[in-house]
């Protein structure tokens, strides 16, 4: 089975496209990280990153906090 390494979700800023984007962490390596870009500026990513499971990911909800927001995730 072919895995990815790295999951780039910007989800067109909607909370529906992001978790049709999150089906691909399925394919997610082990170590793979997933990046989801405008977690300071619309809804629906930064909804998303902040409910993530915290007891399954790693996740730093905001390293831009003065740009669009770039968040970022990996497995425990």
Known sequence: MQQLDFIFIDGWHSINQ?????DYTQLLHPKGIVVFHDTSAHPGPALFIRHLNKDKWVVHENLCPKDFGLGYCYRK
């Open 18 to 22: 992001v978790y049709k984007d999150w």
